[in-house]
């Protein structure tokens, strides 16, 4: 098993930039693919990024292609999310998950492990 925990979200003004974290504790890091999904209340969970094992494959929606980018450091254990020119879109609780198979990246039902969210705002 892993754990997952989020960090970074916050409140920030249309344009503006944050930075998302999640610590991974438990089974080695690095046997896991990594993915990043939103959720607005009432909708469903909404696939943001993913990143390989190793980070040489990345996955992005094309909503936030351009914009966002998904990385990883196995040696801390650590899942990021850097966020650029955020839109009020973009508000959601965002959650960091993860899996054995970097198969069917979009579909919430092939990650194993998911954090408890972070709440990111975005005003316009």
């Known amino acids: 098993q892993v754990q997952l925990v989020e960090s970074g979200g916050g409140k920030v003004q249309a344009g503006g930039s944050l930075r998302l974290s999640c610590a991974a504790s438990?089974?080695?890091?690095?046997?896991?693919?990594m993915g990043w999904f939103r959720q607005v209340t009432g909708k469903e969970r909404e696939f943001v990024a993913a990143i390989s094992q190793f980070g040489s494959t990345l996955d992005y929606a094309d909503s936030v292609k351009g914009r966002f980018t998904i990385s990883r450091d196995n040696a801390k254990n650590t899942l990021n999310l850097q966020m650029n020119n955020l839109k009020p879109d973009d508000t959601a609780v965002y959650y960091c998950a993860a899996k054995r198979s970097y198969t069917n990246n979009y579909a919430p039902r092939e990650y194993d492990y998911w954090g408890q969210g972070t709440q990111v705002t975005v005003s316009s």
């Open positions: 438990g089974r080695v890091f690095s046997i896991y693919v």
